[in-house]
């Protein structure tokens, strides 16, 4: 499926409107280039199991951020990592067995990141598309069924 994302506005929606069907075990993987709008999908996401005005910095630098919803979901960016392995040294198999994971830079995984996750997975790559953006979305396991839930 393809969802076209003319600005910072249709991101944020984008999250809003996978939020409601998340359930713990889930991961959404997202990938795009530096700037084509991750950390603003994953921002409108949080937004939408927490609160509006919910503080979602990037984890740029302290690799995950860990929020109080319904499910809980933890926020990581791998971009920093230079071994798979050290995804479970900041907490991704307990944040997925608790929660779910938000996950910017999914590459950092290695070639199979599904040896990684569990096998409920929303994957997302943004790239542009003339003056915006398109999502590309599919998923696996329980997600391949749900992918035509979601309403933007």
Known sequence: MKIDLPDAEATTRLGHAIAPLLAPGDSLLLYGPLGMGKSTLARGLIRALTTPDEDVPS??????????????????DLYRLTRPEEAFEIGLDDA???????????????????????????????SEH??????????AGRWEDLIDHVRF
Do not use: K, M, N
């Open 59 to 76: 984890p740029t630098f302290t690799l995950v951020q860990f929020y109080e919803s319904d499910p809980p979901v933890a926020h990581f």
């Open 130 to 139: 003339g003056d915006g953006r398109v999502a590309t979305v599919s998923g």
């Open 96 to 126: 997925l067995d608790e929660g779910c994971a938000i996950i910017e830079w999914p590459e950092r995984l290695g070639e199979e990141p599904g040896r990684f996750l569990g096998p409920d997975r929303l994957v997302i790559e943004i």
